[in-house]
């Protein structure tokens, strides 16, 4: 599976969107890009993943350039709860998922 | 809908006691995997079954190790004895297979003394 690249950490003032950038530059064309994000003592939580059409849901949308050499997780409202470490990897067809170190979006009143 | 659920969400025992963690899938999901989570490693893959049987158990640590899906709705993660370094959470996971998201228990927090 194709590496990922995401910043250590990110800030976002409550109620505005936060933008999480993740590149994977060496992805192939069948992998997919899966968000997921851990708050603190809890379990992963699937976000979005998406092939190459950006994607929508009630948590966040996820945007895909062009190329699938990057990509964008926007939480378009963030509040206190979306604090957490927000996991970007590229997937296969295969089930497995390799979490990297993330990064830990901090939302600040 | 209940989510996967993990037993017990905390442990606290002694180095060579034996160790087993529960787990109950979300229902309808053919595949479960068991995730170790520390500090130094992050999250790494131990074990993933598809329809109740072991496809892929390469992230076991050792023989210490073992997992066990009895029926759909459980499976056992067991250390036999235990180490101090087997501290760690860890979580147990489910998913629909063919791809789907895998969604995840709250975890087990185990400490080895």
């Known amino acids: 599976d194709a590496k990922t690249t995401q910043p250590t950490s990110m800030d976002c003032a409550e109620g505005r969107a936060a933008n999480l950038p993740c590149n994977h530059s060496?992805?192939?064309?069948?992998?997919?890009v899966y968000w997921y994000r851990q708050i603190h003592s809890q379990g992963p939580q699937y976000i979005i993943h998406?092939?190459?059409n950006n994607e929508t849901n009630e948590m966040a949308s996820l945007i895909i350039t062009e190329d699938r050499k990057s990509s964008t997780l926007i939480l378009p409202h963030a509040t206190l709860r979306d604090t957490a470490v927000y996991y970007c990897?590229?997937?296969?067809?295969?089930?497995?998922?390799?979490f990297g170190k993330g990064t830990l979006l901090t939302v600040n009143p | 809908d209940a989510g996967v659920i993990q037993s017990p969400r905390h442990e606290v025992t002694e180095m060579g006691q034996e160790v087993t963690l529960r787990c109950k899938p979300i229902?309808?999901?053919?595949?479960l995997f068991w995730y170790r989570q520390t500090m130094m490693r992050g999250l790494e893959l131990l074990i993933y079954?598809?329809?109740?049987?072991?496809?892929?158990d390469s992230g076991m640590p050792e023989d210490r190790f073992s997992a066990k899906m009895p029926n759909a709705s459980f499976s056992t993660l067991k250390i036999q004895p235990s180490e101090p370094r087997d501290s760690a959470v860890y979580f147990c996971?489910?998913?629909?297979?063919?791809?789907?998201?895998?969604?995840f228990g709250d975890g087990t927090r185990l400490s080895i003394l």
């Open positions: 229902s309808g999901h053919n595949s």
């Open positions: 998406g092939l190459k």
């Open positions: 060496t992805i192939s064309g069948n992998e997919y």
């Open positions: 996971a489910s998913s629909l297979g063919g791809g789907q998201p895998q969604h």
């Open positions: 990897i590229v997937r296969g067809s295969n089930y497995k998922l390799t």
């Open positions: 079954f598809n329809n109740n049987v072991p496809i892929d």
